[in-house]
């Protein structure tokens, strides 16, 4: 950056990148979860969101939570939910290398775990 002594930024990568993280980390997100995938919601957000550039001095921490207006977070929320539907439909890379959330793995412990609990008490 030509300009030494602030720094210039779009307060919205912050706010969408947070906001995807949440979403990706929620226990029922039905679609891939990889880092590709991730990128590609917060890409395809930040491109249906108007920038909102702000300056700071350098080395000054900026306080994010008085920029975000509780708008600005709806907003913020809708993209990203409209991202992770286009993304999901087609992401870049195969289905193949999809990586879900494991929650099928639980849902098979679950129920060997049921099954188990089973044995036991038919054993007594
Ligand atoms: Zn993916």
Do not use: W
């Amino acid at each position: 950056m030509l300009i030494e002594k602030y720094h210039i930024f779009n307060v919205l990568e912050h706010l969408v990148e947070d906001i995807t993280n949440e979403m990706f980390s929620m226990p029922n997100v039905d679609m891939c979860v990889c880092d590709r995938c991730r990128a590609d919601v917060i890409a395809l957000a930040l491109n249906h969101l108007n920038p909102k550039y702000v300056v700071t001095e350098k080395g000054r921490i900026f306080s994010e939570l008085e920029t975000y207006t509780f708008q600005m977070r709806a907003e913020v929320l809708t993209e990203v939910l409209k991202a992770m539907e286009k993304v999901k439909r087609k992401p870049s890379h195969s289905l193949e290398e999809s990586l879900y959330k494991e929650v099928n793995v639980d849902l098979d412990k679950l129920e060997k775990h049921f099954k188990d609990v089973q044995k036991k008490n038919n054993q007594k």
